[in-house]
């Protein structure tokens, strides 16, 4: 199969005007969907403290162990303090907080079970979200 050449059939000039006389107006207004931020109480709870993975003191943030998405609530023990590296990364799958949580946030993980099932509580706080857990003939 034979391609035909890519050059353009009329060059580009320099300086040239756009072809739009009128301005781009929007009609209707933005629409912002509900914030699924931190309620008071959560971002009460971790204020001072740090984070559970790394210890750090500034920029904390009180993460959702179950996001609000996924049936997660307003109360307290739904969150933890996690810098904004770590909040990142677990909400974006790469950071499992299992060691992190146990044994000085039995409270958080007890919470999360309840929104969730046991089952759902460590996969998501695991993050093998998505992941099938099998075994194979080498593993028996």
């Not at 750090?56 to 739904?78: F, K, Q």
């Not at 933890?80 to 799958?93: E, I, K, N, P, S």
């Not at 309840?114 to 857990?133: C, D, F, P, T, Y």
Request: with cysteine; glycine share 8%.
């Amino acid at each position: 199969m034979k391609r035909g050449s890519l050059h353009r059939r009329s060059p580009l000039r320099r300086g040239a005007a756009l072809s739009r006389q009128t301005p781009l107006r929007r009609r209707t207004p933005l629409q912002r969907s509900p914030s699924l931020a931190a309620s008071q109480a959560q971002r009460e709870k971790v204020a001072g403290r740090a984070c559970i993975v790394c210890g750090a003191t500034t920029a904390i943030d009180p993460a959702h162990v179950i996001p609000r998405s996924l049936g997660g609530c307003d109360h307290p023990d739904c969150v933890v303090a996690l810098c904004r590296l770590h909040h990142r990364a677990y909400d974006r799958g790469r950071l499992d907080l299992v060691p992190y949580l146990e044994p000085g946030f039995r409270r958080e993980a007890a919470h999360a079970v309840i929104h969730v099932g046991l089952a759902g509580a460590l996969r998501r706080i695991a993050n093998q979200r998505g992941s099938v857990m099998t075994t194979s003939a080498n593993d028996t």
